[in-house]
């Protein structure tokens, strides 16, 4: 079951550190998009990306929070510097095509449970 | 800018019975989808159904169907027949589908509980 793929699961970092989350989309998928979710809250969009192109990123926080997905590998979620606040599960779906298509499934990966200290 | 509200924060339900778990949005777009999402405790995010809004039929899925009321702009889950491992979280989205945009908006959710 070739789903979306999301690592690592759980990630702790020091306040100032850097944290590196990695999302492989579901084979055939170029449409990637990044949530994150507070502890008690429902999932806040952060950034959309086709290959290589960031198409929107009115989710993510100004500073600290950047976004890639290359041509070859998976697409990254960084965030510099972490503070406490950024502790949170962040969520990575695919889907096959983009909008406009009826029946656009985004698919989600197990997430990453980012802990900051 | 669109808004889903999911007015119960927890549910209760007997094993074998049927619940339904609320969901209103908002949006002036005419194109649009809506979905269901269920998350247990173990915390991945599960897709159950999804309804276009120039759907001419309800969605159903197995044990989901999807209440569709586009003049009260409510889209609520039904789940027949509960099962214990429908004890879950429950998130309803929406995703604008005009517009070049691809983002889901989520509500709060409802925690489900299924008992004995």
């Known amino acids: 079951n070739a789903g979306v793929m999301q690592n690592p699961r759980h990630l702790v970092r020091r306040r100032g550190q850097e944290a590196r989350l990695r999302c492989s989309p579901m084979?055939?998928?170029?449409?990637v998009y990044w949530y994150r979710q507070l502890p008690e809250e429902g999932l806040k969009f952060m950034v959309y990306?086709?290959?290589?192109?960031?198409?929107?990123e009115s989710g993510m926080p100004k500073e600290r929070f950047s976004a890639e997905f290359p041509k070859e590998g998976p697409s990254i979620l960084r965030i510099q510097q972490v503070v406490r606040g950024d502790s949170a599960a962040y969520f990575c779906?695919?889907?096959?095509?983009?909008?406009?298509?009826?029946?656009?499934?985004?698919?989600f990966g197990a997430g990453t449970r980012l802990s900051v200290l | 800018a669109q808004k889903i509200t999911q007015t119960q924060p927890g549910m209760f339900v007997q094993e074998k019975e049927a619940v339904t778990l609320d969901c209103t949005y908002d949006?002036?777009?005419?194109?649009?989808?809506l979905f269901w999402y269920k998350q247990p405790s173990s915390g991945e995010m599960i897709f159950l159904i999804y309804?276009?809004?120039?759907?001419?039929q309800n969605a159903t899925e197995g044990r989901y169907s999807l209440n569709f009321q586009k003049a009260r702009k409510s889209a609520n889950l039904v789940i027949s027949a509960s099962q214990l491992g429908d004890s879950a979280m429950y998130f309803c989205?929406?995703?604008?589908?005009?517009?070049?945009?691809?983002?889901?908006?989520f509500g709060t959710g409802t925690q489900l509980k299924v008992e004995l």
């Open positions: 779906a695919s889907s096959p095509r983009t909008s406009g298509s009826s029946k656009n499934i985004q698919y």
């Open positions: 084979k055939g998928h170029s449409h």
């Open positions: 990306l086709q290959k290589e192109n960031i198409i929107d």
């Open positions: 949006t002036s777009d005419p194109s649009y989808g």
């Open positions: 309804q276009g809004s120039y759907d001419q």
């Open positions: 989205a929406m995703v604008i589908l005009t517009g070049g945009g691809n983002k889901l908006t």
